[in-house]
């Protein structure tokens, strides 16, 4: 259950309020609202960004509400550093279909070499034991 005065925030062009700046290889962006108040920005780039600065301008007055019609903007600027072990490079659509597959190849030999070995230790047959 939401306080009232947090059901005004659902009527909010969230995207509208946003400009991403930098760097000119991001083509789109796509903003969610969380269950938890916060904002989540999906960003769709066509180069690579890694290492690079983003720019985020949030102007509350393009909201289209009259109550945030005086708020300040607000700038922040921050590298593309992501943590996740995947880095921000673009690649193209055959590239990552190519390596979903050699991942997939590479789990099936995992799990075929997982099952004979399970099979040697039924057996008693494990080479060096």
Known sequence: MEPLDLQAWNNVDFKSMIKLSEPA???????????DG??????????????????????????GL???SRAPKA??????VPNDNEL????DDAS????NMIGNIATA????GLFLFIIGL???KVVGV
């Open 96 to 99: 990552f279909k190519l390596a």
């Open 75 to 80: 700038t922040s600027k921050f590298s593309i």
């Open 25 to 35: 290889d991001i083509t789109n962006f796509i903003v969610n609202r969380n269950a």
């Open 38 to 63: 916060t904002i989540t920005l999906e960003v769709a780039y066509a180069g690579n960004i890694q290492n690079k600065d983003l720019v985020v301008e949030v102007d509350p007055a393009l909201s």
């Open 66 to 68: 009259a109550e945030l």
């Open 109 to 112: 030999v995992a799990c075929v």
């Open 122 to 124: 039924v057996c008693a």
């Open 88 to 91: 921000a490079y673009y690649y």
